[in-house]
């Protein structure tokens, strides 16, 4: 198989301490859960899990923002008139 067709990022399933968190990510970060994982302890685990769930809610605001900002721009683009009989 050609490297062009080979998939990018991978399933990990990572256990914390609220449940398991499944990403989907590169070679880079799956070597960097494993270095990290290495010598988890309860308070590191508890740690990475709210670090984890910080950047998960900001990557979700800022997709949000992305949405809405393409959204603006494309209702600026665009001549929208409703439909219907123009009023009197």
């Known amino acids: 198989m050609s490297g062009k067709n080979?998939?990018?990022y991978k399933k990990i399933d990572v256990e914390l301490s609220s449940g398991p968190?499944?990403?989907?990510?590169?070679?880079?970060?799956?070597?960097?859960?494993q270095e990290i994982a290495k010598d988890m302890t309860l308070y590191k685990g508890v740690r990475l899990a709210q670090v984890?769930?910080?950047v998960y809610k900001q990557g979700l605001k800022d997709g949000r923002r992305e949405v809405i900002e393409r959204l603006d721009g494309i209702k600026e683009e665009t001549n929208y008139l409703p439909p219907g009989r123009p009023r009197k």
């Open 21 to 33: 968190l499944t990403l989907y990510a590169g070679h880079r970060v799956l070597s960097a859960l």
């Open 6 to 8: 080979r998939a990018k």
């Open 52 to 54: 984890m769930k910080a």
